[in-house]
């Protein structure tokens, strides 16, 4: 299958400071990215969907302006969490679908954020 | 609404047979995805079917039934190493994926 990397695996930062993470497609251009994050315990929420070169769609109750999200490339999506709370501590997944008109979507490792 | 209903946990024995089953509603469909998800790492992609049937892939199975809203996904001769967490999603209209909230699949000795 497709390879999606997600980067950093975990991050530990200081309530306050942003984080970024990158979701790359590394052999295939995807034209919609998806930001998902999961609690302990529970199923995966989507937060966003990013479309390449268009601004992206929030699901209900995120915070745009909390967590920002770039699609600036076909292969590349980055999610910045901005003035991290230790709430915001998550595991964030990324996900993207190609362009080839494939339904699948693949799955980075996912980014273990915590916020101290 | 879309709703995705799936048990929340299970329990079967290794080298046994164990049947995950999923029922959805949702506005529109696309496809019925199946995905395994080990404790603290990404989903991994399991099976994808969209038309009624089964669909085989070594000790995985998944059966789809669109009229009925409902799937399962069937693992034989259970290894240790399948205890997971099981997720279904469903692809709507929008060609967005509603998700389960997961079976999470033990396996005892």
């Known amino acids: 299958g497709a390879v999606v990397s997600q980067h950093p695996s975990w991050v530990i930062c200081k309530s306050g400071t942003s984080v970024k993470i990158e979701c790359r497609s590394l052999d295939f251009q995807a034209t919609t990215m998806f930001w998902y994050r999961q609690f302990p315990k529970q199923s995966l929420m989507l937060m966003a969907t990013s479309n390449e070169g268009s601004k992206a769609t929030y699901e209900q109750g995120v915070e745009k302006d909390k967590f920002l999200i770039n699609h600036a490339s076909l292969t590349l999506s980055t999610l910045t969490v901005t003035s991290a709370h230790p709430e915001d501590s998550s595991f964030y997944i990324c996900s993207a679908r190609s362009t080839g008109g494939d339904t699948e979507a693949f799955f980075g490792q996912g980014t273990r954020l915590t916020v101290v | 609404g879309q709703n995705i209903d799936q048990p929340t946990e299970m329990t079967a024995t290794e080298g046994a047979i164990v049947q995950i089953n999923c029922t959805y509603q949702?506005?529109?469909?696309?496809?019925l995805f199946w995905y395994q998800q080990h404790a603290g790492e990404a989903p991994t992609f399991l099976s994808y079917?969209?038309l009624d049937g089964l669909e085989e892939k070594g000790r995985f199975s998944s059966f789809l039934s669109r009229s009925k809203g409902y799937s399962y996904l069937l693992l034989k001769e259970l290894q240790m190493k399948d205890s997971a967490s099981y997720l279904c999603?469903?692809?709507?209209?929008?060609?967005?994926?509603?998700w389960g909230a997961g079976t999470k699949l033990i396996i005892k000795p």
């Open positions: 079917n969209v």
């Open positions: 999603a469903v692809m709507d209209s929008n060609y967005q994926l509603i």
């Open positions: 949702t506005s529109g469909f696309n496809g």
